[in-house]
């Protein structure tokens, strides 16, 4: 196994952004209940399609947001499965969790590494003290 810091550019975020936004505001009309879907979402539809609207695409209210969220963008722009699974807790009781990515369309293999990590340290139970 090895250990490697993956790092992208705003630039990357950004356009990943773009890409996720427009494709909730293409994916909701097509949703059974429209009345069911959360007003964050509704919110994340109405931006992206003020982004279609706006092309070509300036992100830059966007910006911040990239520094936020998860790093899960260049995986799911590139393709590669990734999974984020428990990892143990820190001295404080909270969950540690590590993100692990596999090869282009190699989903299997991260759900049977995923699997087996379960098996040898089963962490199914298991509360942080303050959720107790």
Do not use: K
């Amino acid at each position: 196994m090895t250990e490697h810091e993956v790092g992208f550019p705003a630039v990357a975020a950004n356009s990943y952004l773009v890409r996720y936004l427009t494709g909730v505001a293409e994916c909701l009309p097509l949703v059974d209940r429209p009345e069911a879907v959360s007003s964050r979402t509704r919110q994340m539809a109405r931006l992206g399609r003020r982004l279609e609207r706006a092309r070509p695409w300036a992100v830059r209210t966007l910006y911040e947001s990239g520094r936020r969220i998860p790093r899960f963008a260049p995986w799911n722009a590139t393709g590669q499965p990734a999974i984020s699974i428990p990892a143990g807790f820190s001295e404080l009781g909270l969950p540690v969790s590590v993100q692990l990515a596999g090869r282009t369309h190699d989903e299997a293999t991260l759900l049977q590494l995923a699997h087996q990590l379960e098996v040898a340290r089963p962490w199914d139970g298991r509360r942080p003290p303050l959720a107790l």
